[in-house]
C-alpha cells in the first residue's frame, strides 16, 4: 500500500485505545493513511515496534525514545488530555534512560526514528516557588535527551523531538536549539510545534522539519507560521488519541482524522488538498527513509 496521507506522531498503541488498536489502523489504512506510532517510556516505545511488526507489508511504523516529562515524577492535567484512562495513562514514576535497551529498539526494521524526546518545561509552573528542584527537573530531562541524541547518531535516525516552552516563551526551544547546534549530521523533527515566528525562522534556518497536528483547525495562533515554512518542511500528525481536529473536536483522536489537518494547511497556504498530501507524504518518506 502506498499512502496517500502519513501521520508521523500517533499513539494506538496508548491506553486510550485499549482492545481497539487494530480496527483504528485498519481505519486509518483504508482511509489511505500510513502511521507511525511514537513511545514514551520504555513499555510504549516496546509496544509500538510490537504494534509495527504485525504489519511487515503495510505503512505501520515506530518510534522508541523516553518523553522528557517521564525523567521525573509528571506534572500532567488530566483535563488538558482530555480525562479519562488516557490521560492517567501519561503519568511516570520517573525513568532513567537505559541506553541499551532504547538502541537496541532503535535497531529495529521497522524503527524510523528516536523519539519522542527532548525538553518540557511548560509542567515547572507547579513548581516555580522551588528553584532547586527545576533546575533538577531540568538536568534530567537533557540528560536522557543528549543519551538519545546519541542512539539517533548511531542507528542514524532522525530526532522526533517533543519541545515545550513554558507558558508563552520560547525558553525551551532555544536551549533545545543550543543542545542540538553541534549536531548537524542529525535530522530532526518538531513535533506539536507551537514556537514564536522568530523561533521558526531560526529553526529553518537549522534545517529543522516541523509536525502540525489538530490544534490548527481550532486556533489561528500558527497560521504565520505554517506561512512561512515551505512546504518541504511539513510534516502531518494527529498526536492521537489527543486533541482531535475540527470536526472531531471533543473526541477521541485517530489516525484517520489526519486528513482534516492536510486540508486547514491547504487552506493556510492557499494550495489543494492533494498538493499538501502529496508533498509532507514524500517528506516523511524522504526523513524516515520509508
Known sequence: MQPKYIDCHTHTHFAGFTGETQKVIAR?????????????????SKGAVEVAKKYPNQPVYAAVGLHPTHTSKSYHDE???????????????????????????AKEEKVVAIGECGLDYYYTQEIQDKP?????????????????????KEVKKPLMIHCRPYRKT???????????ASEPTVQKVLHFYVGSLSMT????????????????????DYDEQIKLIP?????????APYVAPVPYRGQRNEPAY????????????????????????????RLFQI
Open 201 to 220: 525562522k531560526k529553526f529553518l534556518e537549522a534545517d529543522y522539519y516541523f509536525e502540525f497536528g489538530g490544534v490548527i483547525t481550532f486556533t489561528k
Open 79 to 105: 483535563v488538558e488530555l482530555g480525562g479519562g484512562a488516557a490521560a492517567k495513562a501519561f503519568t511516570s514514576r520517573g525513568e532513567e534512560l537505559d541506553y541499551e535497551f532504547y538502541l537496541q529498539l
Open 28 to 44: 486509518a489504512l483504508a482511509a489511505g493513511v500510513g502511521l507511525i506510532n511514537v513511545g514514551t517510556q520504555r513499555d510504549t
Open 258 to 285: 489526519v486528513v482534516e489537518v492536510a486540508k486547514k494547511i491547504a487552506q493556510i497556504k492557499g494550495l489543494t488538498e492533494e498538493e499538501v498530501a502529496a508533498a509532507t507524504t514524500k517528506n516523511a518518506q
Open 132 to 152: 532547586e528542584e527545576i533546575q533538577e527537573y531540568k538536568e534530567k530531562q537533557i540528560l536522557a535527551f543528549q543519551k538519545q541524541i546519541q542512539i539517533a
Open 170 to 180: 520560547d525558553d525551551a526551544y532555544e536551549d533545545l536549539l543550543n543542545l542540538l
Open 231 to 239: 512546504l518541504d518542511r511539513i510534516l502531518l500528525e494527529t498526536d
